[in-house]
């Protein structure tokens, strides 16, 4: 199976910190892939990882033959065109309108007339069912339709690679399980790679046909949705059950958390 | 003893630590928006004009009236307390002399700086700080779009340009203001007013105002912008990166207004 990203040993941390602990996996092309895991659990941090903007303390992230971390502002930037994010708060510009969103990247990174750029943008909002808002402004619109908007930016520049942060984060779960298919869709029709970091269970067995579960900063699973199902791991039973975790303190670390400044 | 004398070292590393990093942070700050303003459109980059017009329009046409209401009111003031000690040494005339030199070479630019540096230094660091809250500032790079030449060169080159105009407005309103005051208050002939303070000012003392004016523009800017790229809270930290915005600008202005002032004493 081709692989569009290869990571390979990643150790990642902020200020002596350290929050992947030597994560190596594969996202194979054409599929959606999962990351799950708790809050704390490094997700996020692992999706910086891949779109370039966070540099690891060490190990590689392989694509096309080149390895991300070693590419420099102008390559990583070449990269970037390549593929799509959604921000978990959809992350458009306030000060645009829709249209002008989505027309963003086009305009920034190509010569296009405006009439074509125009054809361009309705096609992506038709595509993710917001013909006939391209004039408002991300503040008029609903949670559910703002991530629709981000999503037809991120897929402006027809990139080959998408990636969505907590997508359902803070929809109800009709449009949440909309935006399921809105992924799928993607998948399917484009033959996209889908990279979505996630903790609804729902959602995950919905689209997902590679999991990844991330806990405490390691990789603790890597298989299959059927795989996953199946393990044995208390970890996952837990996170599949819904059983939350106790946290573990020594007295000496609760001396240590309770006294700290 | 040793305790204490251990803790105010670490004190003084950790102040040292933290003030090198915050001149890192602006050296690198200041070398983006120098490469992206200047160089980049020389080589081939976008020059973003939609931008930049829309920013003269908030960065300078917006501060007219304001600029021009305190100028008037502090060339009125400038004039009162001159008159004050002249008429001791019955030199009244003498009033627009130091209306015209003080505005012309000090005030017109100062007080500019401090109205820009209230109206948009402010509004540089609240907008880049909101944006980098709601992960707008990580969404424009994951575009390949890079923050400085999409958000701090169009504000930089509205600067650049409107703070210099804001000050000719505001150094020809107040010689206005004084010439006012002198005429009605203190009854000097108008035409005398004008012809004295067309002999006082020589065109040294409206360009060392000027050359002021452009680099208060570029530290407004610079101190606005760097405020709102260190966000990294929500809207509590906004709030507060836009408030220090605001002293350190005027600060700052004040800093180099004294370094500029010493400079063309000594060599002008």
């Known amino acids: 199976m081709e692989k569009a990203l290869i990571i390979k040993d990643l150790v990642a941390g902020y200020n002596n910190k350290i929050i992947l602990k030597k994560i190596s996996f594969d996202v194979p092309k054409g599929m959606i892939t999962a990351i799950v895991g708790g809050s704390g659990s490094g997700k996020s941090t692992i999706l910086k990882h891949l779109i370039g903007l966070l540099k690891p303390l060490s190990g590689e992230i392989i694509t096309k033959g080149y390895d991300l971390t070693k590419l420099d502002e102008k390559d990583l930037n070449k990269y970037r065109k390549s593929m799509g994010v959604l921000f978990q708060g959809s992350a458009l510009l306030n000060s645009l309108t829709i249209e002008e969103n989505v027309a963003l990247p086009i305009r920034e990174h190509s010569k296009l007339n405006e009439s074509t750029i125009k054809i361009m943008v309705k096609m992506k909002l038709d595509l993710v069912g917001l013909s006939g808002f391209g004039n408002f402004y991300p503040s008029q619109l609903s949670g559910g339709m703002k991530k629709r908007a981000g999503i037809a930016r991120a897929m402006a520049l027809d990139p080959e690679l998408i990636f969505f942060d907590e997508p359902q984060a803070g929809l109800d779960p009709i449009t949440a399980s909309g935006l399921d298919f809105l992924i799928m869709k993607l998948r399917d029709l484009f033959k996209m790679t889908v990279v979505v970091v996630t903790h609804e269970l729902h959602s995950l067995f919905t689209i997902a046909d590679k999991i990844i579960h991330l806990d405490k900063g390691e990789l603790i699973f890597d298989g299959t949705k059927e795989e996953f199902k199946r393990s044995e791991n208390p970890k996952i039973v837990n996170f599949i059950n819904r059983i939350p975790e106790e946290e573990n303190y020594c007295p000496e670390d609760y001396f240590n958390i309770l006294t700290a400044e | ?268």
């Open chain 2, 1 to 268: 003893m040793q305790q204490s004398v251990e803790n105010l070292v670490v004190f003084a590393g950790k102040k040292t630590l933290s003030f090198l990093n915050i001149v890192k942070e602006i050296s690198k700050l200041i070398n983006e928006v120098f490469y992206w303003t200047f160089i980049s459109p020389m080589i081939g980059g976008k020059i973003r004009f939609k931008s930049i017009f829309s920013e003269m329009v908030k960065v300078g046409y917006n501060s007219i009236l304001i600029v021009s209401v305190i100028s008037f009111f502090v060339g009125i003031i400038l004039a009162l307390q001159s008159a004050y000690q002249l008429k001791k040494v019955g030199a009244l005339i003498y009033i627009a002399n130091l209306v015209g030199v003080s505005l012309t070479r000090e005030l017109g630019p100062i007080i500019t700086a401090i109205i820009v540096a209230g109206r948009s230094g402010s509004s540089f660091a609240a907008e880049i700080g909101s944006m980098k809250a709601a992960e707008e500032i990580d969404a424009l790079k994951s575009m390949g779009i890079n923050p400085v030449s999409y958000l701090v060169s169009p504000k930089m080159i509205a600067m650049l340009i409107m703070v210099p105009c804001l000050t000719i407005l505001s150094d020809f309103i107040g010689i206005l203001g004084g010439f006012v005051l002198a005429i009605t208050a203190v009854n000097i002939h108008p035409f005398s007013y004008i012809q004295q303070t067309l002999n006082a000012l020589m065109v040294k003392d409206v360009i060392t105002g000027l050359v002021k004016a452009i680099s208060f523009g570029g530290i407004i800017t610079i101190v606005g912008t760097y405020h709102g790229f260190q966000v990294s809270g929500g809207a509590e930290e906004v709030g507060r990166r836009t408030t220090s915005s605001v002293v350190s600008s005027i600060f700052m202005v004040i800093v180099f207004d004294l370094f500029f002032t010493a400079l063309f004493y000594y060599f002008t």
